[in-house]
């Protein structure tokens, strides 16, 4: 049984509760794109978990593996696994697979990143700073180390020297400088430790996968911050569709694989970019508060607006969607009025698409329709029936618009604030 986790809009969706509960039945949880510009937390009974990188099966000793579709940075890695080790976690090399060629993010790579949203004047992208794009960057021009070379410390000094030195003369014109010896250094330190780690995870995947293993594949950011189909430039630089899964771990394609697309009942953004159904008023304010909206790795507010079915269709077919999940709809709680984005003008035209040229996306005006809300609480509603006649209207309408089941409703933070309509997840 094979299952993919994506967010169909801009991230924080809240994938965290739904791939903690799928990883708890998996044998396998792979991240295969992004690496710690994410954030995942995981609430198991009172303990809180923080992870960016590492697969949230962790938690729950299965077995993880982080595909080479992931930038990894190193001392990211071992903060994280040595503050979970601080709050019991089980962490070694029969429950954490990394694959040898996964290219990592070097202290240059977030010097870049900080250099590159500085040149960019007013049209800042809005990154975590986390170095993600630019190791991303080298990974394709081909001169980024990979997590096989750390067994070669003297040919690890050339590369990295290398790769240092391309970079210099953009440094300079920045008046930045950055020793290569520091993250030759660095790395020799850790080495040991990480390439216990290293596996040929491509292989794992695909034995797993032949005896049918439950495979769960967690995809990070959204997919309107994929680097091809997202709202580019303002977007992170991985595919974070889930087509990526096959890329980025090796693994091949096989039948019986279900893609859940995780959807917030509203929208959010962090970062700049355009964004049709944004609110600059008192409702987007209540989503702010109500929902908590609050990067959780940069900290940043989030913007926030109505639910856009155009981006969330698009997402649905890009992805190849066979179930949404329906989350935060309590959010919508107290609202008299809700409106659901169907289409977009620009002057007599209307697109039921969101175009790719960034001057059209710029000028577009939201279609709404309007429904009234129920006004009254749906926080831990476990049923469908338990839930106001107008909120299942609600639903039933972003069914009609999105072309697909929502089978999934959360309704709160804890696992039991669940509608699994048609227990696909047996929660009932
Ligand atoms: P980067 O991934 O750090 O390069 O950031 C590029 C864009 O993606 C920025 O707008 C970030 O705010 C956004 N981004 C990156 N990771 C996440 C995430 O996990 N959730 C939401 N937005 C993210």
Not at 37 to 47: L, M, P, S
Not at 106 to 120: T, V
Request: proline share 3%; net charge neutral.
């Amino acid at each position: 049984m094979f299952y993919t986790i994506v967010g169909t809009q801009w991230g924080d969706e809240g994938k965290g509760k739904i791939v903690d509960w799928l990883s708890s039945k998996a044998d396998f949880v792979v991240r295969f794109q992004g690496g710690n510009n994410a954030g995942h937390t995981i609430k198991v009974d009172k303990n809180i978990y923080k992870l960016n990188l590492l697969p949230s099966g962790i938690i729950r000793n299965k077995k993880c593996i982080i595909g080479n579709g992931v930038v990894l940075d190193p001392w990211a890695l071992t903060n994280e696994i040595s503050n979970l080790r601080n709050q019991k976690i089980n962490i070694n090399n029969n429950n954490l697979f990394i694959a040898e060629n996964v290219c990592l993010i070097l202290p240059i790579h977030k010097l870049i990143d900080e250099i590159n949203e500085e040149s960019r004047g007013n049209n800042l992208i809005g990154t975590t700073k986390k170095g993600i794009g630019p190791a991303y960057e080298d990974k394709v021009g081909r001169r980024a180390i990979r997590l096989c070379d750390l067994n070669d410390h003297l040919n690890l000094e050339l590369k990295i020297k290398y790769l240092y030195d391309f970079h210099f003369p953009r440094l300079e014109k920045y008046n930045r400088s950055i020793d290569y010896n520091e993250a030759y250094e660095g790395l020799i330190k850790i080495s040991n430790e990480i390439l216990t780690y290293s596996a040929p995870v491509w292989k794992i995947i695909n034995d797993a996968g032949k005896k049918n293993k439950f495979i769960l594949f967690e995809g990070a950011q959204g997919s309107l911050l994929d680097i091809d189909f997202g709202t580019y430039p303002y977007v992170t630089s991985s595919n974070t569709s889930s087509g990526q899964i096959f890329s980025g771990t090796g693994f091949g394609i096989k039948e019986n694989h279900s893609v859940l697309g995780i959807t917030k009942a509203y929208t959010t953004r962090v970062g700049s970019g355009p964004f049709v159904t944004e609110l600059d008023d008192e409702i987007g304010n209540h989503f702010v508060e109500k929902g908590q909206e609050f990067g959780t790795v940069t900290k940043r507010k989030r913007r926030c607006g109505w639910f856009d079915s155009v981006l969330v269709s698009q997402s649905i077919s890009i992805n190849g969607i066979t179930d949404v999940v329906l989350t935060k709809l309590d959010v919508l709680d107290e609202m008299k009025e809700i409106k659901i984005c169907t289409g977009y003008r620009d002057g007599e035209k209307i697109f039921n698409y969101l175009p790719f040229d960034q001057n059209i996306q710029e000028k577009l005006i939201p279609i709404y329709e309007s429904l009234p809300g129920w006004q009254s609480s749906t926080f831990g509603t476990t049923n469908w029936n338990d839930l106001p006649k107008k909120a299942q209207e609600y639903i039933e309408c972003l069914e009609s618009k999105i072309g697909i089941k929502i089978s999934i409703i959360s309704t709160g933070p804890d696992r039991a604030h669940t509608i699994d309509r048609n227990n696909l997840l047996g929660y009932n």
